[in-house]
């Protein structure tokens, strides 16, 4: 079988969770001999996908994929959807309805997701999200993927000494929170620090050196990478019920080296799911 990813975006264009776990499935997925490539959303064309048609598409971020080259890949091609988001509404928001439930004329995609072979997801919580809003066979993966040189900075990084103070992640994302997390932080009198960098490994450096992260999202996060890094790294995690991973038991249960090590078991499990496919 051949594989095709293809997403709006990859790490080239800007380091993000989805770019990265969409990355560690090219790497797995090649490690392994498999016959994989990446393309981007808008480069997809009409003869790329006559001549691609036997693959298995692995179609990540796709609001940039045109409307008819979508419709083809429906009728025509094998496909998986890995849901980084809720692209069954335009606002990819379903916490601004009761219940997570839109209404129906705000959902699109319906057929997209309906035929798909499967919509996978990164927690139970998100799973629900999509099964009360469209029909589609979703899967809860439960986890996310990190590199093995990733999960291995993260082991060194977790017996550092801990500043005695809040992290919060500066983001320009209203969506993530962050005058929510500082006033959170000081209603509750904690010491907080803004972390961000560019540079993602200099960042968890940043995440590990604090003892908590807060984090209080206004939209339902599929899982939070940041707070299952936190957690591996043995930071305290201060959260909301719209964090995925907060619903997950290995989350409930786990963090440290127990907690990475369960990460590092997704390589094998992600392989095996798509090649189930």
């Known amino acids: 079988m051949k594989y095709v990813i293809a997403s709006d975006f990859f790490i080239d264009d800007f380091i993000g969770g989805a770019a990265l776990n969409d990355e560690e499935i090219f790497k797995i997925l090649t490690s392994k001999g498999e016959d994989v490539r990446k393309i981007k959303s808008t480069q997809v064309t009409q003869e790329f996908l006559n001549e691609h048609k036997d693959s298995l598409f692995i179609i990540s971020n796709f609001f940039h994929l045109k409307n008819d080259l979508r419709q083809f890949i429906e009728e025509n091609c094998k496909y998986v959807i890995y849901a980084h ?26 057929s997209f997701h309906k035929n798909a072979i499967a919509v996978v997801c990164q927690s139970s919580f998100q799973k629900g999200i999509y099964d009360k809003n469209i029909q589609s066979n979703t899967i809860n993966f ?59 490994e200099t960042f968890l450096r940043k995440l590990a050196s604090n003892k908590a992260l807060m984090f209080i999202p206004l939209t339902p996060e599929t899982l939070s990478r940041v707070c299952v890094e936190a957690k591996m790294m043995g930071v305290k ?41």
């Open 142 to 200: 439960s986890g996310n993927l990190w590199s093995k040189e990733h999960l291995d900075l993260m082991q060194t990084l977790l017996p550092s000494s801990k500043n005695p103070v809040c992290s919060v992640v500066k983001s320009p994302y209203p969506q993530k929170g962050v005058p929510e997390a500082v006033r959170e932080c000081i209603n509750r009198n904690f010491d907080y620090d803004l972390i961000f960098d560019r540079h993602y």
């Open 237 to 277: 995690v201060f959260h909301t019920d719209l964090v995925g991973a907060a619903h997950e038991e290995w989350f409930k249960n786990m963090h440290g080296e127990e907690l990475i090590s369960e990460m590092r078991r997704c390589h094998d499990r992600v392989y095996d799911l798509i090649k189930s496919f």
């Open 85 to 110: 988001d809720y692209k069954f509404v335009e606002h990819t928001n379903p916490a601004q309805y009761e219940n997570f439930k839109d209404p129906e004329p705000e959902l699109i995609n319906q």
